[in-house]
């Protein structure tokens, strides 16, 4: 998967498509294997950077998915590649 992420602060975020998403998470619920998802905000962004252990814990998660307009802004901006966001 590590050619569909984008770098926000350190953080990275899934740029697949929806279908693609939902597709391993559908899988992922057939494995009953538990797993973190972090829908990721900017607020989120801001707080891991002034937290190490917040940047842990998003960096940790198993899929990390942009959340809220200010991520979408953010990657237009950069014309970084951002399909959906999931809220």
């Known amino acids: 998967m590590a050619s569909n992420l984008l770098k926000i ?50 960096n940790g998660a198993d899929l990390r998915l942009a959340d809220g307009s200010g991520i979408l802004f953010i990657a237009r901006l950069f014309n970084l590649p951002l399909p959906d966001r999931f809220t």
């Open 9 to 58: 602060l350190g953080t990275e975020i899934t740029t697949e498509p929806r279908a693609t998403t939902v597709a391993r998470l559908r899988e992922w619920l057939t494995e009953r294997t538990p797993r973190q998802v972090v829908t990721v905000n900017p607020e989120m962004l801001v707080a891991a950077q002034r937290s190490d252990r917040s940047k842990q814990l998003l």
